[in-house]
């Protein structure tokens, strides 16, 4: 393989993480703080629009002719199990699951067998030096 293929075949190296400590401080200002009256109005819900209509219930009655409808024939066929052709009236090939001998004899590449090996997670360790929280 090539260069290239070689450099793109290798894993991303990841810093571990977590990138921000669960629990960080919150300022005495931000604690006392006090909503606004235009805050207030933002955050309230809009209306619901002339005509919506909300969910129906669960459990409502059914029509007379939906109890006496009956079903027609291809109606009937269609809700039926698939017929399948089995195994001894097919033209069924042995040697359809064989492996074949270089399958047998061929070995694994070491990315392959790098690829297969369980990720390895230890402890959860921050690397932040301060401890101020991270705001995206």
Same mark, same amino acid.
């Given at each position: #393989? @090539?260069? /290239?293929?070689? %450099?793109?075949?290798?894993? $991303? $190296?990841? #810093? +571990?993480? #977590?990138?921000?400590?669960?629990?960080?401080? !919150?300022?005495?200002?931000?604690?006392?703080?006090?909503?606004?009256?235009?805050? =207030?109005?933002?955050?309230?819900? $809009? *209306?619901?629009?002339?005509?919506? &209509? *909300?969910?129906?219930? !669960? %459990?409502?009655? !059914?029509?007379? @002719?939906?109890? &006496?409808? !009956?079903?027609? /024939? =291809?109606?009937?066929?269609?809700?039926? #199990?698939?017929?399948?052709? @089995?195994?001894?009236?097919? &033209?069924?090939?042995?040697? +359809?699951?064989?492996?074949?001998?270089?399958?047998?004899?061929? *070995?694994?590449?070491? /990315?392959?067998?790098?690829?297969? %090996?369980?990720?390895? =997670? *230890?402890?959860?360790?921050?690397? =932040?030096?301060? $401890?101020?929280?991270?705001?995206?």
């Amino acid at each position: #393989p @090539s260069e /290239r293929i070689e %450099q793109l075949a290798e894993a $991303k $190296k990841r #810093p +571990a993480g #977590p990138f921000r400590e669960p629990e960080w401080p !919150v300022s005495a200002k931000a604690k006392k703080a006090q909503v606004s009256e235009r805050v =207030r109005e933002l955050a309230r819900s $809009k *209306g619901l629009v002339e005509g919506f &209509q *909300g969910n129906r219930d !669960v %459990q409502w009655n !059914v029509s007379k @002719s939906a109890k &006496q409808a !009956v079903a027609t /024939r =291809r109606i009937e066929e269609l809700s039926g #199990p698939i017929q399948r052709k @089995s195994m001894d009236h097919l &033209q069924f090939n042995p040697d +359809a699951f064989k492996v074949s001998e270089a399958a047998l004899t061929s *070995g694994i590449t070491e /990315r392959i067998e790098e690829l297969a %090996q369980p990720i390895m =997670r *230890g402890p959860v360790v921050s690397l =932040r030096k301060n $401890k101020s929280p991270n705001i995206f």
